[in-house]
């Protein structure tokens, strides 16, 4: 009888553990997703054409769609379920999600977005936040979350996202992909729910640069070009000052993969508030103005308040009626914001076009066709789950800074994975002028591998975070000198890039930048010199050929001067400065 009952509660004890495991395995077949979809179905491509026709361009490639895109049969879900229960199935496929899918392509779902897609927390009370692969305690990002967080997974090959203000490059960053946001108005928004018609854009996201940049392709439909490589790559040390991990350990590793690959030459250094503040002059009149009272906010910061001020507006005149009908339970990202917005004048509105057409011309003379800026994605590490951090005004503020500079210009915008810092993802970002979106797809895909090897090169470093090298030194040194430059103080200026030179003295930039400042007194054999060392150096440093040119027309060396803006035309054949240089001498000595 004992043996009887010790045998049953054996069995009573392996029937409770198989219910436990059992239980634990549904639970991990529930979230082998990691919640990122609200939906899985399938849209597939159609037949491959009969040779000797190419196959489509994206066979072979899976991808999910955000809950903002329309797909036939399917009510389009936009992060709440009151939308849905309010609305009937699409009637047609969104041209987005048709173009990809007739390119080879198969959609095998829609992914959790925000509520409203209008936050960028990756938070979703009502279907789950989805999990963020490269960091589990932490938000996603969003308000593209699940489409991140799929790719993240390697769940499939590339995902479609909708940035307004940073609903793309967020959770990229957060989730240590590659996030691209296309330029305002390249690529149709038909069949997709607006949140702010002005600020809306498509975007992707991909691991692999090469798959990136073949959806982008297929998306931007732009005939076959050559690839040109960057001629600029300008570096905002006023938006890097907002990171909140080590400043240099990101600009080196730009720096460093930017000279293996283009050389240091094309390098530069830029204030975006300065620049801002001369370039875009509505800023001093913008609502933010009037809401926070305080004169003395940054340029940048400003960007930020007009970015969100026209996000709110737009989205309470595309949605205002729906929700006063609904009445539907609003997350507190949104209920904060929303029923407290004021009147909006006419002026406001007027003005905050005024500051996107000044921004985006201000953003196109900065780069042209051939220039990327470098800013921080974002300011901060990915927050933890549940944390107050996500509310805070300071928070909201560093990220929308820097979030805001593309969506006000309209610029594309590229989200690039630098590793770790403390368990967390660091990225950076890569920004084109309005229309260079295929310019950026293959510099992107071009600098990848290089800036990937630096960052691990940088993760690898055994030097303490305080520890600097000769060779950071002597870029502190010229950037001082830069300052004292534009600040027209002639005589420091050649003592910073003096301090340069004796910390690196084969860099030809310093050697340039001093003649420069020499040619400013009137010191020309001392610029000719230098110009010259800088030439040995660097072949291909135009602006030592200029200076040098300067420096011997002023000397009365007029033929060696014409020979140098004529070497500077070979470099630079579109070079205003040499072009007129060389033909003014000509006509006077020649």
Not at 429 to 441: C, T
């Amino acid at each position: 009888m004992a043996s009887q009952s010790a045998n049953l509660w054996v069995l009573l004890g392996l029937g409770i553990a198989g219910i436990v495991l059992m239980t634990r395995k549904l639970k991990r077949a529930v979230r082998e997703d990691l919640g990122a979809f609200v939906r899985k179905l399938q849209l597939l491509p159609p037949p491959q054409p009969a040779p000797p026709k190419a196959p489509h361009p994206l066979t072979g490639l899976s991808f999910a769609a955000s809950d903002v895109f329309d797909i036939e049969g399917y009510v389009t879900g936009f992060g709440h379920p009151d939308w849905e229960k309010t609305h009937e199935a699409a009637a047609r496929t969104s041209t987005v999600v048709s173009t990809l899918v007739e390119g080879g392509a198969t959609c095998v779902g829609k992914t959790v977005v925000d509520e409203l897609a209008f936050s960028i927390s990756g938070q979703n009370k009502h279907y789950g936040t989805p999990t963020n692969p490269a960091v589990t305690a932490r938000v996603p990002g969003g308000s593209c979350s699940g489409a991140a967080v799929a790719v993240a997974a390697n769940i499939v090959d590339f995902s479609l996202g909708f940035d307004t203000i940073g609903g793309v490059r967020v959770p990229a960053a957060y989730c240590g992909i590659i996030g691209f946001r296309s330029s305002h108005g390249t690529i149709s928004n038909m069949g997709v729910l607006p949140v702010s018609t002005s600020l809306d854009t498509v975007g992707w996201f991909a691991k692999d640069p090469s798959i990136l940049r073949r959806v982008g392709h297929v998306l931007l439909q732009v005939p076959f070009a050559v690839q040109r490589n960057p001629r600029q790559m300008i570096i905002a040390d006023d938006c890097f000052q907002l990171l909140k991990i080590s400043v240099d350990r990101v600009v080196q590793v730009v720096v460093k993969a930017t000279e293996k690959l283009y050389g240091r030459q094309i390098l530069k250094h830029e204030n975006l508030e300065s620049y801002f503040n001369s370039k875009v002059p509505s800023l001093k009149a913008s609502p933010a103005k009037k809401t926070n009272g305080d004169l003395k906010i940054s340029s940048i910061r400003d960007l930020a308040e007009v970015a969100m001020f026209v996000q709110r507006h737009e989205f309470i005149t595309n949605h205002e009626e729906w929700i006063h009908s609904a009445n539907p339970v609003l997350d507190a990202v949104i209920s904060k914001q929303l029923p407290n917005m004021p009147q909006t004048a006419e002026v406001d509105i007027e003005n905050c076009r005024l500051i996107r057409n000044e921004m985006r011309s201000a953003i196109n003379s900065l780069l042209k066709d051939d220039g990327i800026l470098v800013i921080p994605t974002v300011a901060d590490p990915p927050p933890k789950l549940g944390g107050k951090e996500l509310q805070s005004e300071d928070y909201q503020s560093r990220a929308f800074s820097l979030l805001s500079i593309a969506s006000v210009s309209g610029c594309c915008q590229v989200s690039v994975p630098m590793g770790f810092h403390d368990k967390c993802p660091v990225s950076v970002s890569l920004i084109a002028r309005n229309g260079g979106d295929r310019f950026l797809l293959d510099t992107v895909n071009a600098m990848y591998a290089t800036l990937q090897e630096q960052a691990d090169i940088a993760s690898k470093s055994k030097l303490t975070k305080n520890a600097v090298t000769r060779e950071d030194s002597a870029e502190i040194a010229k950037e001082k000198g830069n300052q004292a430059f534009k600040e027209k103080q002639w005589q420091k200026a050649i003592s910073f890039y003096t301090e340069a030179i004796k910390l690196s003295g084969n860099n030809a930039t310093y050697y340039s930048n001093r003649a420069a400042a020499y040619l400013e007194l009137g010191s020309f054999l001392q610029a000719e010199a230098d110009s010259t060392k800088a030439i040995s150096l660097d072949k291909k440093n135009i602006k030592a050929y200029l200076r040098r040119g300067t420096a011997r027309e002023m000397l009365g060396y007029y033929k060696e001067a014409i020979e140098d803006f004529d070497y500077a035309l070979v470099l630079e054949p579109t070079n205003k400065r040499a072009s007129l240089s060389a033909e003014r001498l000509r006509k006077l000595f020649l």
